[in-house]
């Protein structure tokens, strides 16, 4: 029986474009990408995601990735929580699951100075019974670590939980730790797979109720 629900949140919950905001900043194909590569496409990008660094050194970093471009740099990520905006259908989608008695997690790879940011564009987290962001825990998704601190931590048993992520990798991880995964690809698809997973379990569960 699958009692728990767990959402990453960037580009499932939210989406997550970088690439849709260096256009809409305006700024010309070169230092679009010379903003992707030096701050979003960077490591520093991913190490700030295992744990929190200070903006002061993040954006001495970012600029450290682009010489000569500094001013730009600084323009960019001072706007980066732009990157991040609600999905039309999240709240509606989480009511319903909320109503039909599933316990509702996060498990998201994601940086605190982001995080702070963007907190207003998550409506979604005071229905949640818990969440763990990675740089809370200093762990990332796919790492199996990950899987097994959200579980101990709300005590959740991987067979009863399933998972949903837009990175295949993400769900191969949680596979690995007995958690069941969905790999997001749309909204729609996704919602049809989980009822589906939903629907099964209920049927088994029913089916057990009634050899006894």
């Given amino acids: 029986m699958i009692k728990n629900i767990i959402f990453d949140v960037g580009k499932v ?15 010309t194909k070169e230092e679009q990408e010379i903003v992707l590569n030096a701050i979003f496409r960077s ?16 954006i001495e970093g970012f ?13 960019a990520y001072g706007h980066a929580e732009e ?30 100075d982001l995080f702070e940011r963007t907190r207003d564009k998550m409506p979604f987290l005071p229905y949640m019974d818990g969440a763990v962001f990675s740089h809370q825990c200093h762990l990332m998704k796919p790492e199996r670590e990950i899987y097994q601190y959200l579980c101990d931590t709300y005590s959740l048993l ?20 007995g958690i069941h995964g969905i790999w997001f690809q749309g909204y729609e ?7 589906t997973l939903l629907g099964l379990y209920d049927e088994n569960r029913s089916m057990v109720y009634c050899t006894e």
Wanted: proline share 5%.
């Fill in 83 to 112: 990157t991040v905006w609600e999905m039309p259908y999240t709240m509606e989608w989480i009511r319903e699951l909320k109503e039909k008695g599933y316990r509702l997690y996060v498990l998201s790879n994601y940086g605190k």
């Fill in 13 to 27: 919950l939210v989406e997550y474009d970088p690439v849709t905001f260096v256009k809409k900043r305006g700024y």
């Fill in 158 to 177: 991987p067979s009863e939980s399933v998972f949903l992520d837009d990175t295949e990798g993400n769900i191969a991880g949680a596979r690995g730790y």
């Fill in 189 to 195: 698809e996704a919602k049809k797979q989980l009822e």
């Fill in 43 to 58: 490591s520093l990008w991913l190490a700030a995601d295992r744990g929190p660094i200070e903006t002061k050194k993040l």
């Fill in 63 to 75: 600029a450290a990735n682009a010489p000569g471009h500094e001013d730009l740099i600084r323009d």
